[in-house]
């Protein structure tokens, strides 16, 4: 067997073997978001094949007429301009361009992670008058924390959703830069120390998906990965009183145990979570004695916006962090 057909045939093995470790998730959407997202996927790819095909076909095209075998093929050369070759070869690509704009223009308000979902699925709009479920995310080194709020419950590398509810995440980070991707929920959104990032989203399919961070922080990078899963309402809710009633709390020192660098952590829950948890980490100020970045710009004479009435009702700020393991466990 000569070279050139030894190398296709061992090019042609390495890109099988590489294409078997890949996982359809992003073209698999279990959440509206996802689904719509991956439309777009869709729509581009076609735009883009509009002029890609033409092209490829026309390079053999031409090679085949024009080869130096072929008499037959007519030859000027003083050939310089065209005004109908002009034209076509501009305005394809020209309306190909203001096709993707104008459905980047669009998708980028309706699909903005900061706004609040317009459908739940498609065909069934959005029940506004329902708050959404709220869900504090911190990326830590390296695994990922979650806090229901509300529901007085919290956990390690596991996100629990009811299907067909809407979800508000509010994103930070304890220390890096990250990224929160559940790819068959939503697109990835960066959390970042010190900032709050946010996601609504909704997944419409029960089952067990992952979701992990797509940039790169370090040894643990790898493993920095969660498991999502979606279930019933009224599953949900069981669940929920499950994890109240068997789950220990989590106090202001284990959250300070959790966020010291860990790799390959399992799965763990917790029964509650510190009051104001979430605000003091943003404004990095977890630790007894530390003042708040909010504290900081007040006293600089900076504004500090305050918080929507949305955002005091999921969790209250605290602008000093507890001198104990104070838990909020939804009785005062």
């Known amino acids: 067997m000569s070279f050139p ?85 501009w305005s394809i690509p020209l309306l190909v361009i203001i096709c993707l704009g104008a459905v980047t223009w669009s998708s980028t308000h309706l699909l903005d ?54 979800v508000r995440f509010d994103m930070t980070s304890a220390n890096m830069m990250n990224t929160f991707y559940a790819p068959t929920l939503a697109g990835m959104i960066y959390t970042m120390p010190g900032m709050r990032s946010q996601l609504h989203a909704v997944l419409n399919r029960p089952g067990e998906y992952q979701g992990l961070s797509a940039n790169y922080s370090g040894a643990g990078f790898s493993d920095m990965r969660f498991r999502l899963r979606g279930i019933a309402q009224s599953e949900f809710d069981q669940w929920l009183r499950q994890k109240q009633a068997t789950s220990t709390p989590l106090t202001t020192r284990d959250y300070l145990k959790l966020a010291a660098p860990t790799e390959k952590n399992a799965i763990q829950w917790f029964s509650a979570a510190p009051e104001g948890l979430f605000d003091r980490i943003v404004n990095r100020c977890v630790k007894p004695g530390q003042t708040c970045i909010s504290e900081h710009m007040k006293h600089a004479g900076h504004n500090v916006p305050s918080a929507s009435a949305e955002d005091r009702g999921s969790a209250t700020a605290s602008p000093h962090p507890p001198s104990s393991d104070d838990v909020h466990n939804g009785s005062h």
């Not at 002029?51 to 000027?76: H, Q, T």
């Not at 995310?137 to 590398?157: C, E, G, M, R, T």
């Open 5 to 89: 057909r030894r190398l296709g045939g061992i090019t042609v093995i390495l890109l099988c073997g590489l294409l078997a470790g890949c996982q359809g998730d992003v073209l698999d959407p279990a959440g509206d978001i996802a689904l719509q997202q991956r439309n777009l996927i869709y729509i581009s790819t076609v735009l883009m094949l509009l002029i890609i095909v033409p092209v490829l076909i026309l390079i053999v095209l031409f090679a085949w007429r024009y080869r130096e075998s072929n008499k037959d093929a007519s030859y000027d050369p003083k050939f310089h301009h065209s005004t109908g070759l002009e034209l076509v070869i």
């Open 113 to 166: 992670p900061f706004r609040r979902l317009d459908r739940i699925a498609e065909g069934k709009p959005a029940d506004r008058s329902q708050a959404p479920l709220v869900i504090q995310v911190v990326s830590l080194d390296w695994k990922w924390l979650f806090i229901y709020p509300k529901q007085n419950v919290a956990s390690i590398n596991e996100l629990v959703l009811p299907v067909d509810r809407e």
